[in-house]
C-alpha cells in the first residue's frame, strides 16, 4: 500500500523526538495515525536505531488484546526495552486501556524511554489526558488530508483542473485510504460507511451509552446538513422536534458533546470582535470530512458554500490557528484566526463576481479598523486575486496550496 508522506506532521514528531514529555497524536478514527508512527519508526532506523529499541503495539490488534490492561502492559514494555540506547514505544489507539495514563506515566519517568500514544477521541485526550498528565505532554492533532496532500497524492493534476480536483476531494473522501481506490465510488461509499459506523458506534454510541441511536444520527443528519449555520442547542432541539424528532436541549447537549469527543465535527465558537470576548451563545459546526456528509444528507444538498467554508476552517486548524467566528453589531466574520503572532481575518464566499455579493462580503472586513491581515477567499477563476483597501481576495484553491497565510 502507497504511504502518503504527512510532513509536517512528522516534523512534529521529529522536534520533540528524545526529549522527555510524551508525545500524543490525536485525530478521528482512519485519519493516519498509524501510517504516520510507520513513518516515523522507519525515520528512526534509517538513523541507525536498533529495532529491537522500537517497542509498537496497537490496541486495535487482537495480538496485543491481553495487553489491555495497564499492569500487564506496563509490564510487557519494561521486559521489551532495551538497557542500551533510547527506547522508541509506540502505544496506538490506547484508549482502549482503562487506566493507560497510569502505565504511561510510569514509562515516562524512565531515563531511556520515549513515549508516543495516540487515540481516536478527544475526550480521552483532551479531558481525561490533561488531568492525569498534566504539563507532561506535547499533543498533535491529526485530521485527514489536506487539499494540497490530496493534490500532490493523487497525480490527478496532468489530466484535470484544479477546480475539478477540488471536486474530487470532496467526493471522493479526504482520508487517506481513498486514494487507493480513487473513482470507485461503490467502495469510497462502503470504507467511509465503515467508518462512519466505528465512529458513531465505538466513540459515541459505546461510551455515552446511547440508547436512543436513531435520534443520534438524526441530530447527525441536521448538524451535517447546516455546517456553517449558526446553531444553538435550544435552536436544534426546536428544529428536530418540529420535523417529528422530538427531544429536550440536555440530550442534544451530551449528544453534541460525544460527537465533538469523537472528531466527527468541530465547534467555532462565536468573538466579539470589539469587546474581545468569546460569545456563549450560538456557534458554528464543521465535519471532518464533505464527503462523510454527502454520505449522510446526500448529493442534493450540496451548499457548496458552507463546504468550502468547511474546509478552509479545517485548513486553519490544520496551520495551528485558534477559529473563532467574529460577531460584530451588523454583520458577522466567517473566521477570526488567532496564534501567538496575532490575528488574521477570513471571509469565505463560492463567487463574488456578483457586485451585490461583492459588497457584503467586504464590509465586515472595511468595519474592522485594527491592522490584522483581512482576507477574502473564493473559487472565482476570473478576477482571482484583487486588493480592496488592504483586504487581499485571492483564490482558495490556491490558498489551500499554499503552506502559510
Not at 102 to 112: C, G, H, P, R, T
Not at 141 to 169: D, G, R, T, V
Not at 323 to 330: D, E, S, W
Request: aromatic share 12%.
Amino acid at each position: 500500500m502507497r504511504l502518503i508522506p504527512r510532513s509536517n506532521y512528522l516534523d512534529f514528531l521529529k522536534r520533540h523526538k528524545d526529549k522527555q514529555i510524551i508525545k500524543v497524536v490525536s485525530g478521528i478514527r482512519r485519519c493516519g495515525k498509524s501510517t504516520l508512527f510507520h513513518l516515523f519508526k522507519e525515520e528512526l532506523l534509517k538513523e541507525g536505531v536498533n529495532s529491537e529499541n522500537i517497542i509498537s503495539i496497537n490496541f486495535e490488534d487482537l495480538d496485543f488484546e491481553e495487553l489491555q490492561d495497564y499492569r500487564t502492559l506496563y509490564k510487557y514494555v519494561i521486559e521489551h526495552m532495551q538497557p542500551s540506547g533510547m527506547n522508541y514505544i509506540f502505544l496506538d489507539e490506547i484508549q482502549h486501556v482503562p487506566y493507560f495514563e497510569k502505565a504511561v506515566d510510569s514509562l515516562f519517568i524512565k531515563d531511556n524511554a520515549d513515549v508516543y500514544i495516540t487515540g481516536s477521541n478527544a475526550y480521552f485526550m483532551s479531558g481525561e489526558l490533561a488531568t492525569v498528565l498534566s504539563g507532561r505532554y506535547v499533543e498533535l492533532k491529526m485530521l485527514p488530508l489536506s487539499f494540497k496532500e490530496f493534490f500532490e497524492s493523487s497525480n490527478l493534476s496532468q489530466n484535470h483542473s484544479l477546480s475539478e480536483i477540488y471536486e474530487k476531494y470532496l467526493t471522493d473522501s479526504s482520508f487517506p485510504y481513498t486514494l487507493q481506490i480513487s473513482g470507485k465510488q461503490p467502495d469510497i461509499k462502503e470504507y467511509l460507511e465503515g467508518i462512519y459506523n466505528s465512529v458513531i458506534l465505538k466513540d459515541v454510541v459505546g461510551r455515552l451509552r446511547i440508547s436512543d441511536v436513531k435520534m443520534l444520527q438524526s441530530l447527525i443528519k441536521y448538524v451535517f446538513a447546516n455546517v456553517g449555520s449558526l446553531m444553538s442547542i435550544n435552536k436544534i432541539s426546536n428544529s428536530m422536534t418540529s420535523s417529528g424528532r422530538k427531544i429536550d436541549n440536555k440530550t442534544v447537549e451530551r449528544y453534541l458533546t460525544g460527537l465533538l469527543d469523537s472528531l466527527l465535527i468541530y465547534q467555532a465558537d462565536r468573538f466579539d470582535v470589539k469587546g474581545k470576548e468569546l460569545l456563549k451563545l450560538n456557534s458554528k459546526y464543521y465535519v471532518a470530512d464533505a464527503a462523510l456528509r454527502y454520505l449522510i444528507v446526500g448529493r442534493k444538498c450540496q451548499d457548496t458554500g458552507h463546504i468550502l467554508e468547511n474546509v478552509i476552517y479545517l485548513e486553519l486548524i490544520r496551520r495551528g490557528y485558534e477559529v473563532y467566528v467574529g460577531a460584530l453589531k451588523n454583520g458577522e466574520i466567517d473566521f477570526i484566526a488567532k496564534n501567538s503572532e496575532g490575528l488574521c481575518y477570513f471571509q469565505v464566499s463560492e463567487s463574488t463576481m456578483d457586485e451585490s455579493v461583492l459588497k457584503r462580503e467586504l464590509q465586515p472586513l472595511k468595519s474592522i479598523n485594527d491592522n490584522y491581515p483581512k482576507y477574502l477567499l473564493t473559487l472565482d477563476e476570473i478576477n482571482s486575486e484583487a486588493d480592496y483597501d488592504g483586504i487581499r481576495k485571492i483564490n482558495a484553491l490556491k490558498w489551500l496550496l499554499e503552506d502559510t497565510i
